[in-house]
């Protein structure tokens, strides 16, 4: 019998003997049948608590191959238990740490499969340029390549460097901000001085694509300056690729009591609705996709703005084009 092997039984069993013994010469003292009736009592219970204890070691073995089959990776969930007292709270806290653990694993496999995917992604953005950049090397190599062809295959070498620089710290940039490694410097300024810092790098480019920017500016906001300008920027050179030669690009920023808002509207041809729910996903590229786009701009924005408490959302605008809506709330302002 498996439960006469448990030293703490064998002791009980120990201690009930002697208790039997000492109650029945107790009792023989005063009368042979108060012995019998003393000896007979003692004994009822000891079998009584042994079949409990018996009892309990059986629930005990249960969940002790409950757990084997837990760390073996099957996550079950059936405990079922309607009694009440201390076996059943260790079945119910061993209930919760399953399903946790459960929602812990179902977790760590769809990041898994997320970073397999990112990497296929990533190797993919790298390789493209890579094998442009090899075989335009290859082509300078040639003596009899003429200066006309040679400068502009030095020029699209020069543009892919740029695009492999971008792409690498964007990437480092996502990186730190999955980590949490970013400590953002939150302050109180002026939605001109963030616009103006936004469409910094994009005025020359707008400018050779005879594009119009309108601002209607006005209020402040509280975010990481530097950090929202870029986030801002990355929207704002996505709305210029789609915007046509001469399009116009709106911007309208301002604030009130709830929060301060950013509206953004482009002169392109909008998104397809299949798009709409996926643009912020990295790597995705849709169908009115420009050829250079790598999909991670829109990504970088929203993960940026998310960090700091404010969100970004992306809709057809009315007249035609894209709107972007940038809100962060006010309450971390007071």
Same mark, same amino acid.
């Given at each position: 019998m498996r439960l006469m092997r448990n030293k703490e039984v064998k002791r009980m069993l120990y201690v009930m003997l002697l208790v039997t013994l000492a109650a029945t010469a107790v009792a023989y003292a005063f009368s042979p049948g108060a012995a019998a009736v003393a000896g007979l009592a003692c004994l009822l219970l000891g079998i009584v608590s042994l079949l409990f204890t018996r009892r309990r070691y059986?629930? $005990?073995a249960r969940l002790s191959d409950y757990l084997k089959h837990i760390n073996g990776g099957e996550y079950r969930l059936e405990l079922p238990d309607n009694d009440e007292g201390e076996l059943s709270i260790l079945k119910s806290e061993i209930y919760k740490i399953t399903v946790s653990l459960k929602e812990q694993n179902q977790r760590l496999n769809q990041e898994k499969l997320r970073l397999a995917e990112a990497l296929s992604d990533i190797s993919h953005q790298f390789k493209t340029p890579l094998t442009?950049?090899?075989?335009?090397t290859e082509l300078l190599t040639d003596n009899k390549l003429s200066n006309d062809r040679r400068t502009?295959?030095?020029?699209?070498?020069?543009l892919q460097l740029e695009r492999l620089i971008w792409l690498t710290d964007a990437l480092l940039k996502l990186s730190r901000l999955d980590a949490e490694a970013v400590a953002f410097k939150l302050?109180?300024?002026? $939605?001109?001085e963030l616009i103006r810092k936004a469409c910094g790098s994009l005025l020359i480019p707008m400018e050779l694509k005879e594009q119009t920017l309108i601002t209607e500016v006005?209020?402040?906001i509280f975010c990481d300056l530097n950090?929202?300008?870029?986030?801002?920027?990355n929207i704002l050179k996505n709305c210029m690729e789609h915007?046509?030669?001469?399009?116009e690009?709106?911007?309208?920023?301002?604030?009130n009591a709830l929060f301060t808002e950013i509206k953004i509207v482009d002169g392109g041809p909008g998104i397809d609705k299949a798009d709409l729910p996926y643009i912020f996903d990295r790597f995705y590229r849709g169908r009115n996709v420009t050829k250079d786009s790598v999909g991670i701009g829109l990504a970088l924005s929203k993960s940026i703005l998310d960090a700091q408490g404010g969100s970004l959302e992306a809709k057809n605008a009315q007249g035609g084009g894209t709107e972007f809506i940038l809100r962060f709330s006010m309450d971390k302002a007071q």
């Open positions: 059986r629930m $005990l442009s950049m090899a075989v335009m502009e295959f030095t020029a699209q070498l020069s302050c109180r300024s002026s $939605l001109d006005e209020g402040f950090w929202t300008a870029e986030a801002l920027s915007t046509p030669a001469r399009g690009i709106r911007i309208r920023a301002s604030e």
